[in-house]
């Protein structure tokens, strides 16, 4: 069978949103209809297979693609590297952290000088909460002014490594992997999905994967189930439209403060930990005042509500809760293991163990979701790109 | 040392309930409890249970001085009668615990609710409630009652404002109390139609200062509004639904709770508007639905 029959489907996916996303940038799921989401996943998973086979997968024969890490975050460092890699773009980073005021005029000089060859710019701004996501958004329209007046050649992407509201690239690559796992996104219809809080020893992370989560998987008339201790609440707005989307998609989406229930008939766990929106808002105002004694005294404060929730863990007892015993355990990586990375954590040893390798297929489809996002971004007809590709027939290695 | 106690009970039919509790307190009963679908420890739809707590060791004796004295009044054979009792022992450990819960500050969310007879230092942010326990429902204690404050919080955070608020089945006024200090510009009704509750939430009301902000009546007369909150069991809910609907106008809220688990499709079902929130804690469901803002519902 010819590469071209055997993706026909894909093909025509792609067809279908080509222009869509063309010349804009990839930052919220949400904000994708979903065609767009659909051709994203599948075009990740037609990109993984491909690499699989050894094919050559540049489509660029030069550019860069620029990152810029408002934190520190190797994995998704790595995964941004291979992307861009893998497309034929030179990874460039931007160390954002120097300069210190990041808005405003700043914001405006610095994404065009850095995109005068630029493809794509992935961001990573999940540390200060109302701020992230509007970064991001302010960095894509300096590029636009500076596109529109000519000073670039071509209008560089700019791709959502996380912020403060989502982390597109983390529950598309998750997406990716339920569709692998179930056999098609037509069949989440139904399925339970269980994203709930989980204990950690440690405070302060982002509640953009729990928001990534819910904002993706309430599409797909799945019975999303949001868990967490009183307080641990996520921002408002994501629950709103997430309870929304269930409804328009036939599925359901509701909030309960008891673990137990969460995974109780659950097709999927995805226990993982995230700081109260509250605290992510203290944070964020101590660490703009550069208040450290006061940060400490948050820190001390927060670890300890923490611990309180110690019983909320993944564990055999647990897992014998969902359908079967059996759910599907999913976590982003790195996942704070119980007697491995800390003394008690989201999930026992045991459990992880079990899923250990499935975690892994999880997260290997980020570097080809991040470069779907870049091919839907750059190219009005990305089916053409994509033919071309399955014509070429080139590998990557040398024979 | 402290004694252990037993909870001693027997269901009743509503017209029995009061002669079966001051039976239970002549016979020696430390305390009785009336227990029904909206108690704290609820019983079964229909069902109403009369609880005497008793201490260990002296059942025997509260049964001889109580059976054939109820047996009697109740016109019932003495065997018959005793088949029907329910005795649980309950340690001391969980009886504090209940009464600790039951008389202690509650917080929900952002809410506090006190007794009387407990200060509090609020944290900033906190909304602090006063509500003495046993007036009537609505202390914050029962699921119900939280799920309706946390969706009140949420309603909120996410940018709803609604400005005439109908508080269905008011009990002690807790729902419009929560809703008049975070809806400053609202006008709230609070409604029940048992005359006990109206009196207690007036009295509860005035208490807090929110006298001029929530109306509490017995009935309702109808008016446009964009947030009807009703904690209230299945039939009743179905039964106003129409009234709700009729009344909320496009784009308003409508909060049902009080629905157990195998309740909520069949609600979710004849309401027949979209569901934009949903929350479970236990057997207990609450959901939050919307009104189209353009267009009728099909
Ligand atoms: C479960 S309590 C809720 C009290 C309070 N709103 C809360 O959430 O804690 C239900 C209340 O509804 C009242 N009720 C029951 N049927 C009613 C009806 N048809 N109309 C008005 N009130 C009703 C009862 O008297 C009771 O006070």
């Known amino acids: 069978m010819s590469s071209h029959k055997k993706y026909e489907q894909q093909l025509e996916l792609l067809k279908k949103v080509s222009g869509k996303l063309y010349n804009r940038d990839y930052l919220l799921t949400w904000e994708q209809d979903l065609d767009t989401i659909t051709a994203t996943v599948e075009l990740a998973r037609l990109l993984s297979e491909l690499h699989r086979e050894g094919k050559d997968l540049r489509v660029f024969r030069s550019g860069l693609g620029v ?36 808005h405003g005029e700043t914001v405006r000089e610095t994404a065009a000088m850095i995109s005068f060859l630029t493809v794509a710019i992935g961001i990573r701004d999940d540390m200060y909460i109302h701020e992230g996501h509007s970064y991001m958004t302010e960095v894509g329209r300096a590029l636009d002014d500076a596109y529109e007046n000519k000073v670039l050649a071509q209008r560089p992407a700019v791709i959502n490594l996380q912020c403060d509201k989502d982390h597109p690239t983390q529950s598309m690559a998750d997406l990716s992997h339920l569709v692998g796992m179930f056999g098609g996104l037509d ?156 003394a008690q954590g989201e999930v026992s040893a045991d459990v992880f163990e079990k899923y250990r390798l499935r975690t892994y297929h999880e997260a290997s489809y980020k570097p080809f979701v991040i470069a779907a996002m870049i091919l839907l971004t750059r190219f009005e007809r990305v089916d053409h790109v994509i033919g071309h590709l399955l014509e070429k027939d080139k590998s990557r290695h040398v024979k | 040392m402290l004694n252990e106690w037993v909870e001693v009970s027997l269901p009743v039919t509503t017209e029995q309930e009061d002669e079966v509790a001051a039976l239970f307190v002549w016979a020696g009963a430390m305390g009785v409890e009336v227990r029904d679908t909206t108690t704290l420890f609820a019983e079964d739809r229909g069902t109403t249970r009369v609880v005497a707590y008793i201490e260990q060791g002296t059942e025997k004796a509260f049964l001889e001085r109580l059976n ?9 054979a003495e065997e018959e009668l005793s088949a029907r009792f329910r005795m649980v022992p309950i340690t001391r450990q969980e009886w504090n615990e209940f009464w600790k819960k039951a008389f202690d500050v509650q917080r929900i969310g952002h809410f506090v609710i006190r007794p009387s ?7 900033p942010g906190d909304t602090v409630f006063v509500i003495d326990p046993g007036m009537a429902f609505g202390t914050g204690l029962h699921a119900t009652t939280r799920l309706v404050m946390e969706a009140i919080e949420q309603l909120h955070a996410s940018g709803f404002r609604p400005t005439r608020i109908l508080d269905m089945g008011a009990g002690t006024g807790i729902l419009s109390m929560a809703a008049a200090s975070l809806f400053p510009e609202a006008r709230i009704w609070a409604v029940d139609n048992d005359p006990d509750a109206v009196e207690t ?4 009301i005035a208490n807090n200062g929110l006298a001029d902000r929530i109306q509490v009546d017995l009935s309702w007369s109808e008016t ?31 909060v049902f709770s009080g629905i157990l688990n195998d309740q909520i499709d069949e609600i979710r079902e004849k309401t027949n508007l979209p569901v934009v929130r949903g929350w479970h804690e236990g057997e207990w469901e609450l959901v939050v639905f919307e009104k189209p803002a353009t267009g009728g519902q099909s």
Not at chain 1, 75 to 102: C, H, P, V, W
Not at chain 1, 206 to 230: K, N, Y
Not at chain 1, 271 to 282: G, L, N, T
Request: aromatic share 6%.
């Open chain 2, 117 to 123: 007879w407990k200060e509090v230092v609020p944290e």
């Open chain 1, 187 to 342: 069949k989440l219809r139904g399925k339970r999905i269980a994203m709930t809080w989980a204990y950690s020893p440690s405070y302060g992370k982002p509640l953009s994967v729990a928001q990534g989560i819910i904002g993706l998987m309430t599409r797909f008339g799945a019975d999303v189930v949001l868990a967490h201790p009183e307080g641990y609440n996520v921002m408002p707005e994501v629950l709103e439209l997430s309870g929304r989307q269930a409804q328009a998609s036939g599925g359901r989406f509701s909030q309960t403060h008891s673990m137990e229930e969460a995974f109780r008939d659950a097709d999927v766990v995805y226990p993982k930990s995230w700081a109260p929106m509250a605290v992510m808002e203290e944070r964020t105002r101590l660490l703009r005042a550069g208040e450290n004694a006061a940060l400490k005294d948050l820190e001390k404060s927060a670890l300890a509500e923490n611990a309180r929730h110690k019983d909320w863990e993944c564990n055999d007892k647990m897992m014998k809760l969902t359908k079967g015993g059996d759910a599907l355990y999913m976590h982003c990586l790195p996942a704070d293991i119980s007697n491995v990375s800390c």
């Open chain 2, 68 to 76: 054939p004295v109820l047996a009697a009044s109740l016109d019932q």
């Open chain 1, 67 to 102: 990152s810029i890490f408002r934190d520190n975050s190797t994995r998704t460092r790595f995964s941004y590297a291979s992307a861009t890699n893998m497309l034929g773009l030179q990874g460039m980073d931007l160390d954002e952290t120097k300069s210190q005021i990041a």
């Open chain 2, 201 to 204: 939430a007036a009295e509860v």
């Open chain 2, 224 to 254: 446009p509004v964009d947030l009807v909150l009703a904690n209230i069991q299945r039939d009743v809910l179905l039964e106003l639904n129409p009234l709700f609907q009729r009344n909320l106008e496009p784009g308003g809220r409508m």
